[in-house]
């Protein structure tokens, strides 16, 4: 697998121009999903700082909290902060302007001061000092200033001479509402406050704060922010059943829980609410919009591998006939992606944010007046991760298409069709076989080199497609010289194929092999014209005996005389079903495109008959000089003289591949008779007519 990667890297670098067209593709691509991301993350951090100026920061609010209950909100280890108020007494409002009817004097914590804006001034920090509302000035001819004194007639709020205590609004419709004075006090002015997000906007009254202690007895308003923004309502609920808060349910079945209220625009936004979620939402827009981009995406950076498959065609065709799998290739083309991951997304996301940065710039620029808060760059994970996850896809997508429609498509083989492993010395045996028995090295020492394979115990270095999941390889040591250099200076046994495309007929010429392979292979070696003309002989010792699994130069003949004994597979002329041993002992094999029959007779005249019983219009027929003026064909092409059978086996393939494109409407094969050198001619000739035979 480093292989492939250093020539996908190399191929990269060779292919410059390429190689940056397509990383900007990703760059861009990416700095505009990142882009949608940012711009998502920056307007949703604006609403919900939005929300929290005009609604506050916390989550819920207890009522009517005891001031014993206090420490089981305080020590709760889910909440953060406690903020808390308590109604003090009710005065009324000392001006004709009567905008609301009372003044609700409240005491509250520190905490609660804090997320107050302050006018001017401070907050009270004992029971003698106020905080008024700012706008209540706007009221009175005369306005209070700080270190004034004001002087308040405190009371009760009552209705059919009941005390409301708490901050509900005036209703009438409950009763006649009547106020009776109860004390009086005075207190100096320290602050003004300008706004506070917690008052209740059906309040009957104008909040004024002082300090105070609270007792057990007192009730308080907490309002709760957690530590967390998950699952804030069962938090709540549970705090509620440890203060033993009433419960009552909706029409819809839902408990609810007295004295419990959400802030239930921010949980909205914090996606935490019961019946909206802003959260949720943006995230199913944001998906839909990046899906969209996304499909424009692939159609750029598709078109980029598409290409980068394409010329890198060449080298899967090579690969595959070598043993490479689909998963290999498809596997380069995939590290070809991470490659340009790895340089453009970082970029990309960097480039997105500087767009994006720029972008709020503007628009704060531009339309900042008009917006209660400006907008700012915020990262937020979710919204930034959901475009790093979409633009990994898009890269992945836009090289898986091309690499599966294009990949492997140079051989065409299939993969439980084993290959043959070619060495270059006995020695190369050590690394890839089990030891040879003493048979089997008296073959090969008698036929080796030459066209003779020996199929022999694999090691685990020979990868299963090879052997196409077989514990045993073919070896095969090449005669040819150039075949012979090339294996030593590969410095490693090859596997490869026969030089043509699965199932066509074997080349012999190196033009045969160019027309066919043009394109699809990175390079066509020309070792000359073949000597013999077909494959070589497969033979694997089964319980001893050696047995021809496919016939070639070397014969049976050949072989008994080596070993003493000699078989041959009963698959020889007939198609072997499941995994086999040997190549070209499954497939529709050497066969050219055209309608092809085989016709033998030990009768010499009975074949002639044959051959003429079968013509039809535009046949071609293939076989004896001798026999070209006695058959009534199309046209007839001779592959050599009776009895020559070395001659017959030089020519059958390049005559096959040569009359096939003429495109005939049959071609008619004459056979030879199926000893020696002949068996293997019609071992090849009944695979090439796809076991179309006549013999009589």
């Known amino acids: 697998m480093n292989i492939l990667n250093r020539l996908t890297v190399k191929h990269l670098k060779m292919n410059k121009r ?48 005891k001031g014993d209950q206090y420490h089981l909100l305080d020590q709760n280890v889910n909440v953060k902060q406690v903020l808390y108020e308590q109604i003090l007494s009710y005065a009324s409002v000392e001006t004709d302007v009567e905008v609301l009817p009372y003044v609700i004097l409240k005491n509250a914590n520190d905490a609660y001061y804090k997320q107050m ?12 000092e106020i905080l ?13 200033r700080l270190n004034d004194t004001i002087t308040i007639q405190l009371g009760e709020r009552r209705i059919d001479n009941q005390v409301i205590m708490d901050e509900q609004p005036v209703d009438n419709e409950k009763g006649t509402e009547s106020f009776r004075k109860t004390e009086t006090k005075t207190y100096q002015v320290v602050g003004f406050y300008e706004n506070n997000n917690l008052l209740k906007y059906d309040s009957p009254g104008y909040s004024f704060y002082t300090k105070t202690g609270v007792t057990k007895q007192d009730h308080i308003s907490a309002y709760l922010t957690f530590h967390s923004n998950q699952k804030i309502i069962s938090k709540t609920e549970k705090i509620a059943r440890e203060l033993k808060k009433e419960t009552f349910r909706d029409d819809d ?104 940065d720029i972008v709020i710039r503007i628009i704060n620029h531009l ?11 915020v990262v937020i994970p979710i919204f ?18 091309p690499a599966v429609e294009q990949i492997f498509t140079a ?47 694999k090691k685990a270095m020979i990868p299963d497609n090879v052997s196409a999941g077989l514990d045993t390889i073919g070896v095969r040591m090449p005669a040819n010289p150039i075949a012979h250099a090339l294996i030593q200076a590969a410095k490693i046994p090859i596997a490869a194929p026969s030089a043509n495309l699965s199932g066509r007929p074997s080349g012999t010429r190196v033009a045969d092999i160019y027309d066919e392979f043009d394109g699809n292979v990175a390079a066509i070696i020309d070792g000359g014209d073949t000597e ?105 092409y001779a592959y050599g003289h009776k009895g020559h059978e070395e001659e017959i086996s030089h020519s059958i393939f390049q005559l096959l591949r040569q009359v096939d494109q003429q495109h005939p409407a049959k071609i008619i094969i004459e056979g030879v008779k199926k000893e020696g050198l002949g068996l293997a001619i019609m071992n090849r000739l009944i695979r090439a007519a796809s076991y179309q035979y006549i013999e009589k």
């Open 253 to 356: 079945g839902s408990t609810y829980y007295a004295d419990l209220e959400y802030n239930t625009s921010l949980l909205n936004v914090l996606g935490q609410g019961r019946h909206g979620n802003y959260n949720s939402m943006m995230v199913q827009v944001i998906v839909i919009m990046l899906t969209l981009v996304s499909i424009a995406c692939i159609i750029v950076i598709y078109n980029s591998f598409n290409i980068s498959v394409m010329e890198r065609k060449k080298q899967f065709g090579l690969f595959s006939s070598i043993g490479a799998t689909a998963k290999q290739l498809r596997y380069t083309v995939f590290y070809e992606a991470l490659l340009i991951s790895v340089i453009a997304i970082p970029i990309g996301i960097l480039s997105g944010y500087i767009g994006i």
């Open 384 to 401: 930034v991760l959901i475009p790093i996850i979409f633009m990994v896809i898009v890269i992945f997508v836009s090289a898986y298409l």
């Open 367 to 377: 339309a900042g007046n008009m917006m209660d808060l400006q907008l700012r760059l």
């Open 132 to 144: 008024l509302p700012s706008y209540y000035n706007y009221l009175l001819d005369t306005p209070y």
């Open 532 to 636: 013999i003309g077909i494959e070589s002989t497969v033979v694997k010792v089964i319980d001893g005996i050696p047995t021809i699994l496919r016939p070639g130069k070397v014969t049976p003949m050949d072989i008994k005389e080596v070993v003493g004994v000699v078989k041959i597979d009963e698959h020889i002329f007939k198609k072997a079903e499941g995994i086999v041993a040997s190549p070209g002992m499954k497939y529709k094999h050497y066969a050219p495109q055209s309608n092809c029959l085989l016709v033998y007779s030990d009768d010499e005249e009975m074949q002639i008959a044959l051959v003429n019983e079968h013509l039809v219009p535009n046949t071609i027929v293939i076989g004896f000089e001798e026999h070209r003026n006695r058959i009534r064909c199309h046209q007839f």
């Open 117 to 128: 804006t302050l006018e001017r001034g401070r907050y009270p920090v004992t029971d003698t």
């Open 18 to 65: 390429r190689t940056i067209v397509t990383i900007i593709g990703v760059i861009l691509s990416c700095a505009l999903m990142m882009g949608v991301g940012l711009l998502f993350s920056s307007v949703y951090d604006n609403i919900l700082h939005s929300t929290m100026k005009y609604n506050g920061s916390h989550h819920a609010i207890i009522r009517n909290v």
């Open 411 to 457: 051989k065409g083989r299939a993969n439980d069709n084993p290959l043959i492993v070619h060495i270059a010395d006995f020695s190369d045996l050590e690394a890839i076989t089990e030891p040879a028995t003493a048979m089997e090295q008296a073959l090969m020492d008698a036929f080796m080199p030459g066209p003779f394979t020996l199929i022999l115990k």
